[in-house]
């Protein structure tokens, strides 16, 4: 049986009239990489204080690695990591020394304390700097040193709130790179919260969408696809050649052949324009348009299936949101 790091199930927590998280339920596997994906106030923040223990709930249930942080929530925190937007250190303390405190606090005895600080400062590639004043440290490598942090208590779960918040570019790449290695190596799952789409899809293996405090999707980048847009999530494009004279035998007239596409199976439209046609289709049909275009006696000099990313699950996702609520107005 797959083990589960967090199980949620039915959870709900308003504040005052305001449903913040909505009969929430999630489960997430042990050495997952889960992206937690949603606009600003969609109740991720809400969430992971409830993950935490640090909030009430108003119902539902919440276990972390298989402990119920209702009741038992200094236990979770001692398997949980959790790494906020901005982590508060002693600026006068190296980063070694800040380490060797967070260690001492969680009762590591000091020779061990050191000997892991050490160790992870590597893992974190702040090796060269350990000595040095954190004041002096750049936003990313305190990040980095927050990361350190959160695994000096060696903990099963990690969780991180907005984690690459005013990050450059190359370290937001190398930020995630690291916790993708580090959560592989050490076999820790990851919940990622963000409303950076493009950071999600780089390091998650699955994703939930959350919106106004629902989840209205998840899974795997690919299966959110088909559950938000019911049907025609396929996009077929080409462009036709005619062949050459000598080979041409029986060629029937392209608006035939468009005719003949948009009686395929599963297809809902196809356009063309200037011998470039676009499919929209609920199921894969390339190998049948490619057929039916060649047996019509033309040929093919490019055929593409467009996937569909998180961009555009997201995006097309939050147009119908905003033409469902303007209609509702
Ligand atoms: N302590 C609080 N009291 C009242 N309302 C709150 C409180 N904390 C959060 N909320 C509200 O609950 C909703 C969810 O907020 P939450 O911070 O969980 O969202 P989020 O997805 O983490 O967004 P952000 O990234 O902006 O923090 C928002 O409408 C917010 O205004």
Redesign the pocket.
């Given at each position: 049986m797959v083990e589960k790091s967090i199980e949620i199930v039915g959870l709900t927590k308003k504040?005052g009239d305001?449903v913040?998280v909505d009969n929430l339920s999630l489960s997430i596997e042990k050495g997952e990489i889960f992206g937690l994906l949603?606009p600003?106030?969609?109740?991720?923040?809400?969430?992971i204080l409830m993950l935490l223990g640090l909030t009430d709930v108003d119902s539902g249930s919440v276990k972390v690695c298989g402990i119920d942080t209702t009741r038992y929530p200094l236990e979770v925190k001692r398997r949980v990591g959790y790494l906020p937007e901005d982590v508060g250190f002693y600026n006068d303390y190296s980063g070694l020394q800040n380490l060797i405190y967070i260690a001492r606090l969680n009762n590591i005895p000091i020779e061990s304390a050191k000997k892991a600080a050490l160790e992870i400062l590597s893992e974190v590639g702040l090796s060269d700097v350990k000595d040095k004043k954190v004041i002096s440290y750049s936003r990313g490598m305190r990040q980095r040193l927050g990361l350190a942090d959160v695994l000096i208590k060696n903990p099963d779960v990690i969780i991180l709130d907005?984690p690459t918040l005013g990050l450059d570019p190359e370290g937001v790449k190398n930020f995630l790179q690291l916790i993708v290695r580090l959560s592989r190596k050490k076999g820790i799952t990851v919940l990622f919260s963000s409303?950076h789409l493009h950071q999600i899809q780089q390091v998650c293996d699955r994703v939930g969408l959350f919106v106004k405090g629902k989840l209205l999707a998840e899974g795997k980048i690919s299966s959110l696809a088909e559950q938000l847009f019911s049907k025609n999530t396929f996009t077929i494009e080409g462009a036709i050649t005619s062949m050459p004279k000598d080979l041409e035998e029986v060629v029937i007239p392209i608006n035939e052949v468009v005719k003949k596409m948009n009686q395929l199976d599963g297809v809902a439209e196809v356009g063309l324009s200037d011998k470039r046609f676009v499919a929209v289709s609920e199921k894969d049909v390339t190998a049948e348009l490619s057929r039916l275009i060649v047996k019509s006696g033309y040929g093919l000099n490019h055929l593409s299936k467009k996937e569909y990313g998180l961009d555009d699950i997201y995006h097309q996702y939050f147009q119908e949101e905003k033409k469902h609520d303007q209609k509702n107005v």
């Open positions: 504040y305001h913040a949603g600003n106030g969609a109740g991720k923040s809400t969430t907005e409303h």
